[in-house]
């Protein structure tokens, strides 16, 4: 997904070294390592053990040019020291859930196929969704499906929710489905499947998403060395918003206020922003793929040490 455009973003060079912190099953490390070809390397990051055996499966041709490894991209500047890298030419952050997962009814992220209701992407985390279905209040659901789901149904089936689970707990994904179903009769979108912004609101809620592309993308940018470049994939607003203040934010924009007649806060940006609107997918990419119309690509350099 936008794989042209990211290369062209990172312009890899034989001798880079690129962490690709959301592996999935590897086309963007495969698309790094063919332009850094012959000696570029890319450190493959993936929070799903399962993901990543389909990675190394894939990209085995690269041998020891791709590094694989089992861990959270907010933890980068930890797993580059344990490497003994020191800074990269390239980062790639692409956020979208894999067509695998879909795929995968056990593992709980699909509302189109009954399974367990877990939506874990490493199976090692407690937290699974239908703890959270079957233990928050239904004023803390309401929040999470408001803040998380940007849901409008919320308060209604926060409530179904509730009273559904005093008869038996909802622990499959086809339980909840129905649940939400119920919630919104003759309201229901056109356009989206109504358990759409439940299941993304759970889903994010599970994993920390959202906290961990804050801490993960703070990170990222001081791992680059400067010239380096980072490119991040979004696929909803709550994510853009939050990538789109971080690179302002790293920018060094001025934070005194209007009225004075010179800067005095001294701030210094250490990114330059190279997007100044995201990129968006070609109408190609989304006739051969239509869950990358959503897709949203926001690339920065690193511009100061």
């Known amino acids: 997904m936008l794989v042209e455009q990211v290369i062209a973003f990172l312009s890899p060079h034989p001798g880079g070294l690129y962490a690709d912190c959301t592996l999935g099953e590897g086309g963007h490390t495969r698309a790094l390592l063919q332009a850094s070809a012959p000696s570029g390397r890319v450190l493959g990051i993936d929070r799903d053990a399962a993901m990543l055996r389909r990675a190394q499966q894939n990209l085995a041709e690269f041998g020891e040019r791709v590094i694989f490894c089992h861990d959270s991209f907010h933890h980068l500047a930890d797993i580059l020291r344990a490497q003994g890298w020191e800074k990269l030419d390239g980062i790639?952050?692409?956020?979208?859930?894999?067509?695998?997962?879909?795929?995968?009814?056990?593992?709980?992220?699909?509302f189109?196929?009954?399974?367990?209701?877990?939506?874990?992407?490493?199976q090692?985390?407690?937290?699974?969704?239908?703890?959270?279905?079957?233990?928050?209040?239904?004023?803390?659901?309401?929040?999470?499906?408001?803040?998380?789901?940007?849901?409008?149904w919320a308060p209604q089936i926060a409530k179904?929710?509730?009273q559904r689970r005093l008869h038996a707990p909802i622990v499959r994904t086809d339980q909840l489905v129905a649940c939400i179903l119920a919630a919104i009769p003759g309201?229901?979108?056109?356009?989206?499947?109504?358990?759409?912004?439940?299941?993304?609101?759970?889903?994010?809620?599970?994993?920390?998403?959202?906290?961990?592309?804050?801490?993960?993308?703070?990170?990222?940018?001081?791992?680059?060395?400067?010239?380096?470049?980072?490119?991040v994939i979004t696929f909803h607003s709550l994510e853009d918003r939050i990538v789109k203040q971080i690179f302002r934010?790293?920018?060094?924009?001025?934070?005194?206020?209007?009225?004075?007649?010179?800067?005095?806060?001294?701030?210094?940006?250490?990114?330059?922003?190279l997007t100044k609107k995201p990129v968006v997918p070609t109408r190609e990419e989304i006739a051969q793929n239509p869950r990358s119309r959503s897709a949203k690509l926001r690339a920065a350099e690193r511009i100061m040490a």
Do not use: W
């Open 112 to 122: 189109q196929q009954p399974g367990p209701l877990d939506m874990r992407f490493n």
């Open 187 to 231: 309201r229901r979108s056109r356009r989206i499947h109504p358990a759409t912004k439940t299941f993304q609101a759970l889903r994010i809620a599970v994993n920390a998403e959202l906290q961990i592309l804050q801490e993960g993308l703070t990170t990222a940018l001081d791992c680059l060395k400067p010239g380096g470049r980072i490119c």
């Open 124 to 152: 090692e985390d407690p937290l699974t969704a239908a703890e959270l279905v079957n233990t928050l209040s239904q004023e803390e659901l309401c929040s999470l499906l408001k803040t998380y789901g940007e849901e409008r």
């Open 160 to 162: 179904a929710i509730v």
């Open 249 to 273: 934010t790293a920018a060094g924009r001025c934070r005194c206020p209007p009225h004075l007649p010179s800067c005095l806060c001294g701030r210094q940006g250490k990114i330059r922003i």
């Open 92 to 110: 790639l952050m692409d956020l979208g859930l894999s067509s695998f997962h879909l795929q995968q009814p056990e593992r709980g992220f699909s």
